[in-house]
């Protein structure tokens, strides 16, 4: 028994001085590097910016003779749309606070809306309506997801327009006027900034022009029509933004 005792103890002494021996010989654990945090980019939309825009539209006119040279009776000749194209350019600035987007823009465009009817007066004489041209001054109010932005747009509105009314039998111009038209827009648009400092989006827009007496006139003739107008458009815009880089948000 005494000898199995001390067998016990002689290896149990043995395995206590060559455990920190083992331990020794084991290769140290490598060090490994934390990730580094995550980054979250973060459009940013305050800046000056400047672009251009191009598209379409339609000028619904109405007239409604008041007086002519001859003596006619007033009375309502009848509506037509306008159609057609339009190109110009916008400078503005926007200014970001959370994901609310304020702005301010000015545009012009060159157009040419034209369209036309016959009178319900005098057919078959007709009448024409252009818009050669229109501004907008307009303040923007925006939502922001990162680099999608809506925004809702309001202002005044000015077009250059000439009306025509022409003889239906020979087609000769019977009179004519040009009239630059003051006016209330509303609109709203959805915008994509596709690199740093780039977007493009679509807007629509309607001009709220009004009634106004319109006096057109030749050597020979001349008459006095109120004319009713409305313009909705719809364009695609694309902007360059003098503004600072895209924000980290960590």
């Given amino acids: 028994m005494k000898k199995i005792l001390l ?5 149990a002494t043995l395995g206590m001085a060559a455990a920190p021996a083992s331990a020794a010989d084991l290769a140290a654990r490598p060090y490994t590097k ?10 940013d939309w305050t800046g000056f910016y400047i672009g ?16 002519d040279s001859v003596g006619d009776f007033p009375g ?15 400078i503005g600035y926007r200014w970001q606070t959370a994901n609310w987007v304020w702005g301010v823009e000015g545009q012009g465009n060159w157009a040419d809306f034209r369209g036309s009817n016959v009178s319900l007066l005098f057919a078959p004489d007709f009448n024409r309506s252009r818009v050669d041209a229109f501004g907008l ?22 077009t ?3 009306f025509d009314a022409f003889t239906g039998a020979t087609g000769a111009l019977l009179a004519s006027a040009n009239q630059t038209r003051w006016g209330g827009t509303v ?24 009634s106004r007496n319109v006096t057109l006139t030749a050597p020979l ?11 909705d458009m719809g364009l695609v815009r694309v902007n360059y933004r003098f503004g600072g880089p895209v924000i980290a948000k960590y």
Avoid at 7 to 11: E, R, W
Avoid at 34 to 43: G, K, L
Avoid at 77 to 90: F, P, R, W
Wanted: proline share 3%; glycine share 18%.
């Fill in 76 to 90: 309502r000749e009848g509506c037509h749309n306008a159609t057609g194209g339009t190109a110009g350019g916008q």
């Fill in 221 to 231: 003739f001349s008459e006095t029509e109120h004319i009713k107008q409305d313009v």
């Fill in 187 to 210: 609109g709203a648009g959805l915008e994509f900034g596709f690199a740093q400092n780039w977007s493009v989006g679509v807007e629509y827009d309607h001009l709220f022009m009004g």
């Fill in 160 to 162: 250059g327009e000439k």
């Fill in 34 to 43: 934390a990730p580094p945090p995550m980054v979250a980019a973060v459009y």
């Fill in 7 to 11: 067998g016990t103890v002689a290896l």
């Fill in 137 to 158: 001054i307009t303040g923007q109010v925006g939502y922001a997801w990162n680099n999608v932005l809506f925004y809702v747009k309001g202002g005044a509105a000015v």
């Fill in 52 to 67: 251009i825009n191009g598209g379409g539209g339609s000028a619904r006119n109405c007239w409604d003779l008041v007086a």
